[in-house]
């Protein structure tokens, strides 16, 4: 087969003369065919190309290969929402210099219509599109790798879908639905999300058990929701060493989350299974558990990518081994069972990935990376798995949750970009997992031995608050809950509050990210419809117009305040830069 056409918006999609294309119902799966057993496979090997009627102004979607890159803009001028991008001088994921990659999926606002080119498996190769001209190219990442065909000299590869609908909403429960049949959703994906506490942005690395008691002695009375005690980085030796613990927990980590757990609490436990630093003893002890480059020498990540954010430089388990994939096990297992950890935050998961010379020469970065999450599976049981700083597909199917955002930080540019990189991501919430929009931060945080001030203003805060009452997903406060004030302590008791409600997230309405609704629905049979209206830091001044199906009586969310009576509209007007507003009606 050499063309075939889905949609209107797509005249005529060409396959290369070497891909072999099985199935176009909806999805389309490929293979290619090799010339010999096996093959070397390209970091750009192109599966089709889809001939469109686009204009350049078109605006446009499109997701990372890791969790800090995601693409907006228009056709002919994308533009990187966060601060790494994956073809940035840090993160050197694909060169500066070469077209723009869409990993994942893109989307495509054509008028009144939304385009989805996505790739609805990641099992072994890493998906992205490239726009030339007016055509979308559609290619694997092959890492160079040489990769074994099967009795018919195919290799197989990635399958991938074109979509459109008149709503985003109706495009991405299509989608979704799609990769559930490749990648089935974990069973928390649905459950109730965790309500608790995190350390890391209270004390980040210089946390101690002394921190952790102090705060769960604030979770009693209005705080009794707050369920979860995640103890993050910092509690141990070494990155690599998860079980041994830093002086900050000489009595042992085991210790404390006993004692965690002993007071009605449920406990996560940060750790980076992938990478460990020289210091570590597993490095130390076991330097053929290490992927190494080129040359044959362990591969030490800043050599390809970003080196880590400390304790470098960091260097990657080899997880095609067998041996290594015990030692997650077991590492995770004994958290599980001896130390009583109900959920992992499992960082750095990107680096599982990178490009290296393997144990199995065949096995590529996104294989390895699978391989290593479904053994720390194993040892998790029924725990809860949040991949954060992931490789957003090739996590398909792995984890619970997600982290879709960059870290907050307490001032106005972050909590602007972790918004937007929220709200594009809203829609994978209860479809493909859990969203973690990251913590609540409501407070400024003092200067200390051990960490950095942080300040923003009431605006900024309130915008916030906005953003993770849009969000849903994982609840967890950032701050240290003794130094809340009234703002802070309600703030959070509202949202979750929320969460008893809907575990939905908002749906927004196009690709602007302006305005987004969301039903809350009460015991008594009432429904409040939630309004929201967002604008962001690089945004003049705008009055949007809200509708309501009937006249009604308008309040706003977080005071209860009336602010307009018997009317089918409300006009919002948000001021130039960071501004947001949510109001609601009720209706039985």
């Known amino acids: ?6 949609c209107s ?3 005529k999609i060409t396959f290369p003369a070497s891909i072999t294309v099985t199935s176009t119902t909806p999805q389309i799966h490929s293979s290619l065919l090799s010339s010999s057993s096996s093959s070397v496979l390209s970091e750009a090997v192109v599966i089709a190309e889809c001939e469109l ?4 102004d078109a605006k446009v979607y499109g997701d990372g290969f890791q969790m800090l890159s995601q693409t907006a803009g228009t056709f002919a001028h994308p533009k990187a929402i966060g601060r790494c991008p994956d073809n940035n001088a840090e993160y050197r994921i694909y060169p500066q210099a070469a077209n723009q990659r869409y990993y994942n999926y893109l989307v495509i606002e054509d008028g009144e219509r939304y385009v989805l080119f996505g790739f609805t498996s990641c099992h072994r190769f890493a998906g992205y599109f490239e726009c030339q001209d007016n055509k ?8 160079n790798c040489a990769i074994p065909a099967d009795e018919t000299n195919h290799i197989s590869l990635e399958n991938w879908v074109v ?3 008149e709503t985003l909403a109706d495009l991405y429960t299509r989608y979704a639905a799609l990769i559930n049949i490749d990648h089935p959703s974990k069973k928390n994906t649905t459950q109730a999300a965790p309500i608790g506490w995190c350390s890391w942005y209270a004390y980040y690395a210089g946390v101690s058990a002394a921190d952790i008691q102090r705060n769960v002695d604030h979770m009693q009375g209005d705080n009794h929701d707050i369920e979860w005690v995640l103890l993050d980085d910092g509690y141990q030796a070494f990155m690599g060493d998860w079980l041994s613990p830093s002086d900050h927990f000489s009595g042992g980590v085991q210790q404390v989350l006993t004692a965690l757990k002993a007071q009605g609490k449920k406990v996560g436990i940060w750790l980076a299974p992938f990478i460990a630093e020289p210091k570590s003893t597993i490095f130390r002890q076991h330097p053929e558990w290490f992927v190494r480059d080129v040359d044959g020498e362990l591969l030490r990540a800043d050599k390809v990518t970003y080196g880590g954010w400390r304790c470098t430089p960091w260097y990657i388990l080899d997880t095609s081994h067998p041996e290594v994939l015990a030692h997650l096990t077991h590492v995770v297992k004994t958290m599980q069972q001896q130390w009583g950890v109900d959920l992992f935050k499992l960082d750095a998961n990107y680096w599982g990935t990178l ?3 393997r144990y199995q020469s065949s096995c590529t970065g996104v294989e390895a990376y699978r391989l290593g999450m479904k053994a720390i599976a194993e040892g998790a049981g029924d725990a809860w798995l949040l991949g954060c700083n992931a490789p957003m597909w090739p996590s398909l199917g792995l984890v619970d949750a997600m982290r879709v955002s960059d870290d907050v930080e307490r001032n106005s540019y972050r909590f602007n970009q972790i918004a937007k990189e929220t709200f594009y991501r809203s829609w994978q919430h209860r479809q493909l997992w859990q969203i973690d929009p990251d913590c609540a931060t409501f407070i400024d945080l003092q200067q200390t031995n051990n960490v950095e001030a942080q300040a923003a203003d009431s605006h900024s805060y309130s915008f916030h608050r906005n953003s993770l009452l849009a969000s849903g997903g994982l609840l967890l406060s950032g701050d240290p809950l003794a130094q809340w004030n009234s703002f802070a302590h309600q703030s959070f008791l509202q949202l979750v509050q929320r969460q008893h409600y809907s575990q939905q997230a908002a749906v927004f309405d ?9 039903p809350l629905n009460h015991s008594d049979g009432s429904v409040q419809q939630l309004q929201f209206v967002f604008n962001y830091i690089d945004e003049p001044a705008k009055t949007v117009t809200l509708h309501a199906g009937q006249a009604t009586d308008w309040f706003d969310y977080w005071s209860g305040e009336c602010v307009a009576k018997n009317s089918q509209t409300y006009k919002v007007f948000l001021v130039a830069g960071l501004a947001s507003h949510v109001v609601y009606t009720v209706s039985r």
């Open 9 to 11: 918006a797509v005249k």
């Open 355 to 357: 490009k290296g010379q």
């Open 510 to 518: 196009d690709l602007n990210l302006t305005t987004a609704k969301l």
């Open 53 to 56: 009627h686009i204009a350049p």
């Open 1 to 6: 087969m050499d063309s075939l056409s889905l």
């Open 136 to 143: 979308i190219i559609v290619c694997i990442d092959g890492e």
């Open 163 to 165: 979509l459109s609908s």
